[in-house]
T-cell receptor, first 113, second 116 residues
Framework: QKEVEQNSGPLSVPEGAIASLNCTYS??????FFWYRQYSGKSPELIMF????GDKEDGRFTAQLNKASQYVSLLIRDSQPSDSATYLC?????????????FGTGTQLKVEL | DTEVTQTPKHLVMGMTNKKSLKCEQH?????MYWYKQKAKKPPELMFV???????INESVPSRFSPECPNSSLLNLHLHALQPEDSALYLC???????????????FGEGSWLTVV
């Protein structure tokens, strides 16, 4: 079982719609949860982080965390063509050696005109 | 704009060359990381430095040698690489010890490495 799992997509949504991206993780000791956006040929860019159960909103983005189900999601409202990218879910565990961030394989999002 | 700066942005090297990738951050972070990313794959952790000491080595081959001269700088020395080592190398940093900020890890723009 992979530590962090995402559907690779592509997920296609029309402009203005809500895009829903999902992620599950296997380690119950995971502490913090991140969503990064990565455009082709660029480095990952932090979109949001969440570490408590529930919802966290930032502009058009809402992250949702359910630790009991080991599930984290990202909702993008009013999707724009500029949101087309790969979205990487990542989780951290504090190990004896330090803060370890593990990525899922990413979901490719395509927002169509 | 990212506050983690990586140089060079692009590097082409032969299999017998010795080169280095450099990373600098001025956010006062005490943890720094090297990740490797191949095309259409997620970033994979290579090394973690915590308070300038190597704390995690993910069984990386010795042809990759990290160095942390001070809390703001991180180097990755490269020697006798193979063509399959061609990838995007990402440096990142975060606060230590963990806090309620969620230990956010910030990435630099990466160094594209091609081994010929």
């Amino acid at each position: 079982q992979k530590e962090v799992e995402q559907n690779s997509g592509p997920l296609s949504v029309p402009e203005g719609a809500i895009a829903s991206l999902n992620c599950t993780y296997s380690d119950r000791g995971s502490q913090s949860f991140f969503w990064y956006r990565q455009y082709s040929g660029k480095s990952p860019e932090l979109i949001m982080f969440i570490y408590s159960n529930g919802d966290k909103e930032d502009g058009r983005f809402t992250a949702q965390l359910n630790k009991a189900s080991q599930y984290v999601s990202l909702l993008i409202r009013d999707s724009q063509p500029s949101d087309s990218a790969t979205y990487l879910c990542a989780v951290t565990r504090l190990t004896g050696g330090g803060n370890k961030l593990t990525f899922g394989t990413g979901t490719q999002l395509k927002v169509e005109l | 704009d990212t506050e983690v700066t990586q140089t060079p942005k692009h590097l082409v090297m032969g299999m017998t060359n010795k080169k280095s990738l450099k990373c600098e951050q001025h956010m006062g972070h005490r943890a720094m990381y090297w990740y490797k990313q191949k095309a259409k794959k997620p970033p994979e952790l290579m090394f973690v430095y915590s308070y300038e000491k190597l704390s995690i080595n993910e069984s990386v081959p010795s042809r990759f040698s990290p160095e942390c001269p001070n809390s703001s700088l991180l180097n990755l020395h490269l020697h006798a690489l193979q063509p399959e080592d061609s990838a995007l190398y990402l440096c990142a940093s975060s606060q230590e010890p963990p806090g309620n900020s969620g230990n956010t890890i910030y990435f630099g723009e990466g160094s594209w490495l091609t081994v010929v």
